[in-house]
């Protein structure tokens, strides 16, 4: 990682820290948290112990590539989301990064559109299939939420929603296109071998399949994608 200021520098911390919210940055468009950052040449570190997919950013983390911009979180707000709501959904505003130091009329603003992405549901995990003798699939998953809670023994998370609902896409071999979409009001549905034959001409050995949480305000969050 190339700070552009070789002046700055970063610090390795504890796992603890880490989960607790020390050492956040991000990078692309995924938000990580990082253990260990060795100084390997002037301004240039090697960032290990990589917490990644922070606050829902789970979906960015096979897009990276060379030279993405990296941003530490740090200082009093760290990892604090910047609560809008929906008024300012699909509008463009123009912002000003100004850091220390700075000047505000040296600083060039940028353009953003809040897309509320904050505010859609979290993608579901541990997506699994089933299947019985007569070649229907079932599939299960677990949701998540947005909003904080303790871990307890024997209870879910709270859903964060007005209702509890579900769209699962059926996707095409070629992972092209959707061939159903079956809604669900629970964390589990069955795509029964008579719409296995519709959709691909016989029961298949193996579907494409993506789970998305359904927001009343929002609408579909973030997909969770398996072949099962």
Excluded: C
Excluded at 15 to 36: C, K, M, P, Q, S
Excluded at 81 to 95: F, P, V
Excluded at 147 to 160: E, F, N, Q, R, Y
Excluded at 215 to 226: F, K, L
């Amino acid at each position: 990682m190339l700070l552009l200021n070789p002046e700055d520098e970063l610090d390795a911390v504890s796992e603890a820290e880490v989960l607790a919210g020390a050492n956040a940055a991000l990078v692309g468009e995924e938000i990580v948290g990082f253990r260990d950052a060795v100084l390997i040449a002037p301004g240039t570190y090697r960032l290990s112990g990589l917490l990644h997919g922070r606050l829902g950013t789970n979906d960015r983390i096979a897009a990276h590539g060379p030279g993405e911009h990296f941003v530490l979180l740090s200082g009093a707000l760290g990892l604090e989301r910047i609560r809008d709501g929906l008024g300012l959904r699909s509008m463009s505003r123009s912002y000003k990064a100004v850091s220390l130091w700075q000047e505000e009329t040296a600083v060039a603003a940028a353009s953003f559109t809040n897309t509320a992405r904050g505010l859609a549901p979290l993608s579901p995990v541990h997506l699994t299939g089933s299947r019985d003798g007569a070649g229907n699939l079932t599939i299960t998953w677990i949701r998540r939420t947005r909003i904080p809670s303790a871990w307890a023994d024997g209870t879910d998370v709270p859903l964060g929603e007005a209702s509890e609902r579900y769209e699962i896409d059926i996707r095409n071999a070629a992972n092209t296109a959707t061939l159903r979409t079956i809604s669900s009001t629970s964390a589990s549905v069955t795509y029964t071998a008579t719409e296995q034959a519709a959709d691909f001409g016989a029961p298949q050995a193996s579907v494409r399949v993506r789970v998305r949480q359904i927001s009343d305000t929002i609408g579909r969050g973030a997909a969770r994608e398996a072949i099962l």
